[in-house]
């Protein structure tokens, strides 16, 4: 019998090379697909593209796997860029690592996975597939800390019928020990963080390059001026770090934090300590829905929904849901609901969706 043909995103990391080295040890015919996605100022100092394409065929080759290097910048700059800085210009917070996993990882690069004959296509996401009742499910990874499904909740049924996520039952340590013991190159690189073309650059000063700087002020709730602010789509909701507001007259020595954007008036609305009442909220809307199963959550249910990546998840009912527009109530009040966001949807660990932020309640 012929061995199924897999290709694996090879980032030049440990999560991806493991999952290459778990296929090849499955008895699947592995190949690497190198994703160059940005292009520009890919300077050595904040984009590690060449190194990591260095690593990639370093681990292809220690695997004796043939990989393959190809350029999808274009589609990133048309899809995924300009969508960021169209959303930024509006005031909102996007996730572009989001839209990327949808019009990229599982898009344009399972497309190209397709046209090299490939049956399936994996990557080093922590997450899991199963499927069900004929219907494919996105399940949170074993590892809850290093879980990725947040990400990948606008995968359709097409995309995850072909696609397996190996390290999705694993351990981030047992996935580190696994790249070890197998002699690869990445078994101690760094994972890598924020924005993938951004990388560990300012934001601030990326964002100046294309978003020009728009002054004006920071207000109090009661509107008092305490401080500048570079421009609106400079910040975000439940920031803290670089608002740079002195010792206040009315300051009580508490941190200063982003409440809120008068976009008309281009003020930045700032309060003092992070349980200020302004930076919670009942719920949300949500548009731009997409549900895995192709078919909506009931209402009035109890679900768990995160609306930011790094948060646990809270207890949730769909208040209304109508094609494109959902109202969610949380059994709890959130802190900083942040406008251009995802809000993502949990049935215990299956993820059903979500949607991108438009409004808190």
């Known amino acids: 019998m012929q061995k199924k043909r897999v290709v694996v995103g090879l980032s030049g990391g440990v999560d991806s090379s493991v999952a290459a080295l778990l296929l090849k040890q499955q008895g699947y015919e592995v190949i690497g697909l190198f994703m160059k996605n940005w292009e520009g100022d890919d300077t050595d100092e904040y984009c590690s593209s ?65 046209h090299m004959g490939a049956d399936l296509i994996a990557t080093g996401h922590y997450a899991q597939v199963r499927e069900k009742y004929g219907l494919f499910q996105l399940l949170k990874a074993e590892d809850g800390s290093k879980d990725q499904s947040y990400f990948l909740y ?14 999705g039952h694993l351990l981030k340590r047992e996935v580190r020990e696994i790249a070890r013991q197998a002699g690869l190159s990445t078994s101690e690189k760094k994972d890598s963080t924020g924005i993938c073309f951004i990388g560990e650059r300012p934001f601030q000063e990326f964002l100046s390059q294309y978003l020009p700087r728009q002054p004006g002020e920071m207000l109090t709730p009661e509107g008092l001026v305490v401080g500048q602010h570079e421009g609106l789509m400079y910040y975000t909701l439940g920031q803290r770090q670089g608002l740079k507001i002195g010792g206040s007259k009315i300051s009580n020595g508490e941190p200063w934090f982003v409440a809120g954007k008068d976009m008309q008036r281009n003020v930045l609305i700032v309060v003092q300590g992070h349980d200020h009442p302004l930076l919670f909220n009942d719920g ?13 959550p009931e209402t009035h249910w109890v679900y768990a929904a995160k609306t930011r990546y790094r948060q646990p998840d809270a207890p949730c009912e769909i208040d209304k849901l ?23 949807v949990y049935e215990s660990n299956v993820c059903l969706g979500g949607g991108i932020i438009t409004s808190a309640l």
Not at 59 to 85: C, G, H, M, P, Q
Not at 154 to 167: I, V
Not at 284 to 296: D, E, M, N, V
């Open 322 to 344: 109508e094609e494109d527009l959902t109202e969610i109530r949380f059994g709890q009040k959130q802190w900083a609901i942040t406008p251009g966001q995802s809000v993502v």
């Open 284 to 296: 949300l809307q949500a548009s731009q829905l997409h549900w895995i199963s192709g078919t909506p």
């Open 154 to 167: 606008r995968l359709n049924q097409a995309q995850l019928s072909k696609t397996l996520f190996p390290l």
């Open 50 to 114: 060449k190194q990591d394409l260095i690593d990639a065929v370093s681990v292809a080759d220690k695997l004796d796997i043939e990989i393959e290097a190809v350029n999808f910048s274009k589609e990133y700059k048309e899809t995924v860029f300009a969508n960021f800085l169209q959303e930024y210009q509006a005031g909102r917070t996007p996730n572009p690592d989001i839209l990327c996993n949808s019009e990229i990882k599982f898009k344009a690069f399972l497309d190209h996975a397709m």
